[in-house]
């Protein structure tokens, strides 16, 4: 039960300050196009978008290691709407909120009078009159998440413009149908953490594989947002899963052009070893069959037979690829066999949380404490999209609160 | 997704700022009596009383378009209790707390133990250990919704005086069965706002009428708060209805002594042409045969196949007035044709919401931003009430936010 | 309606702030090990642990009386996890988050993925990123509870110190299987008071008894937390209960240890009168024989037939002892007829919440308020166990909130 607390005055080097200083002056170097923007996929950012996002997380992590007050919001409210479960994403999205400043109030959908015949639009104004960001995740169904998110995004824009909304709130895509750029993002930051820097990515090859589930109806979304990030920091991106686990035609697209256009490469392939071979890093992570996805969204209703038998065949379907999975044997295909592990978690461990799974419980547990670091960047990341999106001049408002130097929790 | 933020230092002409101090100064001249009173009922309240909560929760919408920091409690707890669904109001309540500085609880009954034998006495007071304020939404059953809520104001009070409570909370009603204040004065607002000031109200036709609506069971407390409120202000109300969708007679008596002592007046008809015949406004709605309404309270159990049994008698008695639609027809009998249409909110629109309903499409349409802005003053509505309330000095307190002129945001 | 709120200037007479100091001072004069330390069982902290602990928590309650602004954190979250139902314990957490300016967050199972596959050690991690403390209840299971709270807090000692997580967030035990340290904490400070000081407490006979309810599997925890924390301040305590509702062995031993160690005493009877004659204090309170307990464990599932027909046995036992009531005429046998009747609320009240319950409802209704005053202690030692680990100079904080003296709600 006992253990030393990491009290700002006795951990504190100072050498996080110098650290988040070096940072800013990095961020002033930049020119990104955030402000007033949403949040919704990194391929609508720039270069300068993904690295001033990434560098301001860095900054927010560092002033809280150094106990400093973050907070800009004085009163204000930060808004979720999470139309799928989450535990993670959805404490990430408070913290987020508290490190600011901002009052946290969730739109459920069980007890809000949606079901009740509110269309998105009016909804999305009757939640943003005193708002400053809203974060969604919706997920479930191919072809409406994004455009969910566009649709409340055009919903509060047009009451800011006709002067229902004192301020227009900043949509933060907490994982739709087609991307989840909190989690690319903070796995991103986790890699040029572990690698030393977004420099040293150039030319390392990360391995992103479909594996085995037990489950129905994982999203695409999260092997969708690593393929279409990583290249553009010049890694070599293999996705390898077996046919009929194919992702959004669009999606693929996108990451071939992300590779030519920064200096990386993308293939496919359906052989996990082919994946593995000599590979820096593997994402092992399970998704559905997008045929069945596709067919999921077609059936009349949502709960039922129809759906279940969707899922009958979607599991008979995984069934067929148990050998799916990050083993010891596949790991020593890795380069020097100790690549870095990825997950976004929770993983499916064969013989801990199913008989089988994504990965090994060795395997697992030897990247465990990894895979909790990847997903504690994720409260910072929101954070980010958050200030980037709110204030003109970041880098002016980071160095304010340096300034300001009041302790976030006080030293007693 | 691209949208120019009003961010303060670009909106601000300071006018926000004249604005407020104008309305600080009419708010010195009124002699109201809301201290340490909860806010039930409009018409337990002095014209001086309604005028004030209005003016204070003016200054508060100006203060945050000017970017003021509004917060004035420095811990302590606003608590919601929704006996009924809500999002607006719900969300609305969070607003107000989040302006003033208050946390929020909400006292969900699903996971409470008041389903294990709790008395509203105990309850009452244990959720109101640190509690400013009390929101309260009960509006189902005739009869119940205000003493409930009568019930909770006189156990806080018992525990206040007998040293259970370090402060009184005060209540606010978010709807009970007979009054909806916070939405009446909110629409109030919005007719200050779109005549040029109260004022102007004087001699004004409005038609609270029914409309048709294929659901069961919506409270008669919006037209009961329309009705008693808008007379006060010289109004003239006009209430429409088919035979059996009568009001409670006691508001029915309200409205008329309303009227009588203010300068307005009421009648009551069963033609929804008479009532839109140039009428300035009007606020075409549907609610619950009162019979139904009254029989539904005296039923053994509140779910079950007697109350799907009411509800099918209901659907069936709705279903004889499909007629009483706010149609561009009946439209073009109003005031030039141009009244203003007013709805609380989510409104059934024919062809969208529902095939049939309270209001043609195209109607509907070109008064939905207006509908919108009605709502966005709810937030500050219900922080007046509670800012009148709890403080003697309400417009001291008010300059004080001025003079202090602390950021809402940071401006960076 | 109308009521006189407590507004501080016109209650302060400053005694608050006079007793605040003289708190304070006697807190200088202990030597706790409290700081970088779980509040989990009070049997597990010394006597100047728990003597801080109340003093600390009398010092909040004075501070808010003299409205002094209590905040010591400026950004950072606590999290609840309740894994049963609550009302006052749920609302006690938020008021002490609230009091010190921790924002709240709840993980909810039902909402989180915890259901697919998550263990508690992952969970655990992810809830706690920007977290200062976590409380648990986790209180249905015999053998559960207090290995549920070990897990978690070992979960996030292994987060910290592996750099998962900035700080190591404190656990409070909100109640478990074997203690329920608020609540016995919250009932010491109303004896306390009660009494007039911890010392007068010396002597004092206490009778912890069962009492008949018509409910079932309530917890052990407080009969149990009641019996180990009273004799370490020279009470009598009697604990009294019908064959069968025994408590579990481990805390009968630590109960006999603390009289032995503390000059108080430790019995058992079988006789609720044996207990109650000459008693100062009686504390009546109905809990589900061990035997039942110890087999709901066992039992396949958590919810079906099994699970009803161990009710039903459970619900026949308890009937078989409905004279178990504290009747006016077992309070006559008391000291002088006029023994503290406690009860941790809600109380099973005859002819009230039961048709046959725990105690008479003449016996409650005189005792109404005083009970009231019990629970009310228990925000402020909740508030208290977070200070006194999260600060080592828990005392020199307290007299910065004084010095500081910034008010908790502005005075106008």
Known sequence: MSAPVAT?????????????????????????????????????????????????????????????????????????NFRDNSTRTRFSFQFAASLLGLDHADLDEGKSQIAHGETVRETANMVSFLTEVVGIRDDKFIGEGHRYQQEFAAAVLDGFMNGVLPRRPALVNLQCDEDHPTQAMAD???????????????????????????????????????????????????????????????????????????????????????????????????????AIMRERVTLPEREGPAQKELERRCLEMNAQH???????????????????????????????SCKAGEVAATVFERYRIPTYKEASHKPYVIASMMLTSKFAGVADLLNHMVERGQPRVENF
């Not at 949040?39 to 002033?63: G, H, M, N, P, Y």
């Open 8 to 80: 700002p005055t006795r951990t504190s080097s100072r050498q996080a300050l110098r650290n988040a200083k070096a940072l800013i002056a990095k961020i002033r170097k930049l020119n990104p196009a955030l402000f007033e923007k949403d949040f919704l996929r990194t391929w609508d950012k720039s270069q300068d978008d993904i690295q001033t996002v990434l560098l301001v997380a860095q900054v927010l992590e560092e002033l809280v290691k150094e106990n400093i007050d973050t907070r800009v919001f004085h009163g204000g409210v930060a808004v979720s």
């Open 188 to 290: 991103l930051m986790h890699l040029a953490k572990e690698f030393g820097g977004l420099e040293n990515l150039r030319g390392k090859k990360i391995a992103m594989t479909w594996a085995y589930s037990p489950s129905y109806g994982k999203p695409l979304s999260v092997p969708q947002a690593i393929i279409a990030l990583m290249p553009r920091f010049g890694m070599n991106v293999v996705l390898a899963h077996p046919e009929g686990y194919e992702l959004m035609p669009e999606v693929i697209e996108t990451a071939g052009r992300m590779a030519t256009e920064n200096g990386g490469s993308f293939q496919v392939t359906n052989s996990m070893d082919e994946a593995f071979r000599d590979a820096d890093i593997v994402y092992p992570k399970s998704w559905a069959p997008i």
């Open 322 to 352: 148990k050998d799916w999975e990050c083993t010891e044997e596949k790991m020593r295909l890795t380069k020097e066999g100790k690549a870095l592990y990825m997950h976004c978690l929770p993983a499916d461990i064969t013989g801990v």
